[in-house]
């Protein structure tokens, strides 16, 4: 037997806010019949291309430490650059700039949401499939 992954969860103090930060962030969607509303205390976001969830949960803790699991995102219609460019002009916290470190064009860029937690942009599959 085995088991797969139903949805990513992510614990955070305000599950609207963020899983409305993360929607335009990835270009999620709320899931049919099931809106998020301001004060839900569990959020869920769809992405309408893979089927693959994210559910935000409010929790009273605070963010201790770095994460030890985060995301690891491709950009879908443009290059790694662009998409960090994207981000930065969202307001998103750049927390580690790696580009490069193995040779031109290569490396991410870690970045971390309104609360926190720590993601990664790596290169397209486009410019990996290019070099």
């Not at 899983?19 to 769809?46: F, Q, R, T």
């Not at 699991?69 to 927390?95: A, K, M, N, W, Y």
């Not at 309104?114 to 990664?120: A, D, H, I, L, Q």
Request: overall charge negative; charged content about 30%; hydrophobic content about 35%.
């Amino acid at each position: 037997m085995v088991c797969f992954v139903s949805h990513t969860s992510v614990d955070c103090h305000d599950a609207f806010e963020l899983s409305e930060w993360w929607k335009a962030l990835l270009g999620y969607v709320d899931i049919e019949d099931d809106p998020n509303l301001p004060g839900h205390e569990e959020c869920m976001i769809l992405d309408p291309e893979t089927g693959h969830r994210i559910l935000f949960i409010e929790v009273p803790d605070k963010k201790q430490a770095k994460n030890r699991l985060h995301l690891d995102l491709r950009p879908r219609d443009s290059g790694r650059d662009e998409e960090v460019d994207r981000l930065i002009g969202l307001g998103t916290t750049v927390v580690a700039d790696h580009r490069g470190v193995h040779g031109p064009g290569s490396g991410w860029v870690v970045f971390a949401d309104p609360e926190g937690n720590e993601f990664c942009v790596l290169r397209s599959q486009q410019e990996i499939d290019a070099r």
